[in-house]
């Protein structure tokens, strides 16, 4: 089966902490692909990144990185120095051939950066 | 380039009147998606079109739920008659290729009363 947990329901932490959301997925097809995307409180969905499973190589952008370990199957994000604006609920998700590529979301974990 | 283009935003209605959602894709994405949003039930895929042609519509709750898209650059889902329990944020969402990203429009909330 398919399928995204994202554990941490509701993280808070206060403004220039660095925070990391879990990210653990399930699938026993070989080639799959993962995404982060991020719904502030406006509502929109906004994507963040993709990646296949082939390249397990670590992502930075900016204040954001993402850690790919296939060995514990986990897609963690780190923010760093998080601000304000950085608030939203993040969705991890997991794209692969059994599922059609339908995207299979995790529940979203819920981020507060307070002043 | 404009992204996905959704409208109403906001759409207030009866219980039993029609509506209907609008979304434009982004130009040159061959796969369209039209997902709902609810507290209870997190993010669902309603169907999903590939060159304007529905491939999977197994989402799509009942017979009251019907999705089009006509041509390229424009797809509508419609609900007739709507429900209280149909209130949601419907989502219209493109991409280039079913296994890259999607990108989704700002969503139309729907309320039924």
Redesign the interface.
């Known amino acids: 089966a398919q399928k995204v947990t994202q554990a941490q329901t509701e993280i808070s932490v206060v403004e220039k902490e660095d925070v990391t959301l879990d990210c653990v997925y399930e699938t026993r097809d070989t080639t799959y692909y993962l995404f982060w995307y991020k719904q502030p409180p406006s509502g929109e969905l906004v994507f963040l990144i993709r990646r296949n499973s082939f390249d397990e190589q670590n992502e930075i952008s900016g204040r954001y990185s993402w850690n790919f370990q296939k060995s514990t199957s986990s897609f963690n994000f780190t923010i760093t120095a998080s601000q304000v604006v950085d608030s939203a609920v993040y969705f991890c998700a997991l794209s692969a051939v059994r599922s059609n590529y339908q995207l299979i979301w995790g529940a979203g974990t819920k981020l507060i950066i307070k002043p | 380039d404009a992204g996905v283009i959704q409208s109403p935003r906001h759409e207030v209605t009866e219980m039993g009147q029609e509506v209907t959602l609008r979304c434009k894709p982004i130009s040159g994405h061959d796969y369209l998606f039209w997902y709902r949003q609810t507290m209870m039930r ?2 669902e ?1 309603l169907i ?1 079109f590939n060159n304007n042609v529905p491939i ?1 519509d197994s989402g799509m709750p009942e017979d009251r739920f019907s999705a089009k898209m006509p041509n390229a650059s424009f797809s509508t889902l419609k609900i007739q008659p709507s429900e209280p329990r149909d209130s949601a ?1 419907y ?1 219209c ?1 493109s991409s280039r290729l ?10 139309t ?1 729907l309320t039924v009363t």
Request: net charge negative; aromatic share 26%; glycine share 16%.
């Open positions: 997190g993010l895929l999903y999977d944020v989502f969402a079913i296994s890259y990203e999607q990108y989704f429009g700002p969503g909330r």
